[in-house]
């Protein structure tokens, strides 16, 4: 399983960078996403990173203010997150993309990890 960390308490319009470590070398070749659940709601796609340098995807509430990234040799995953806001307070969760299936569609996905907690405070 992945393991996300790097959460904590920050004011709106700081900044925050979470880490996902891969403990198995195979996920190398796999692409890699970011999830996150607010309280009362459902969990929601937040970024894609593929493996192979290709693009990298984001829902558009988070499009120009955070930016994933991976280091291959650590085989670890980062998510920059910019410019937050309260809206942005969430459990966060990284996952091994398992299937064909879109990157923004959860059912795509599999290894979820225990989450990192993100609260922004007004």
């Known amino acids: 399983q992945l393991q996300a960390s790097g959460g904590g308490l920050v004011q709106a319009g700081g900044s925050l960078r979470l880490s996902c470590a891969a403990p198995e070398d195979s996920v190398r070749s796999y692409d890699l996403g970011w999830f996150r659940q607010a309280p009362g709601k459902e969990r929601e796609f937040v970024a894609a990173?593929?493996?192979?340098?290709?693009?990298?995807y984001y829902s558009e509430s988070v499009k120009g203010r955070f930016t994933g990234s991976r280091d291959y040799f650590k085989n670890m995953m980062f998510l920059q997150l910019n410019n937050l806001k309260p809206e942005d307070t969430a459990v966060y969760y990284c996952?091994?993309?398992?299937?064909?299936?879109?990157?923004?569609?959860?059912?795509?996905?599999?290894?979820w990890g225990q989450g990192t907690l993100v609260t922004v405070s007004s």
């Open positions: 996952a091994v993309k398992v299937t064909g299936g879109g990157h923004s569609e959860e059912r795509s996905y599999g290894y």
């Open positions: 990173i593929t493996w192979s340098g290709g693009p990298t």
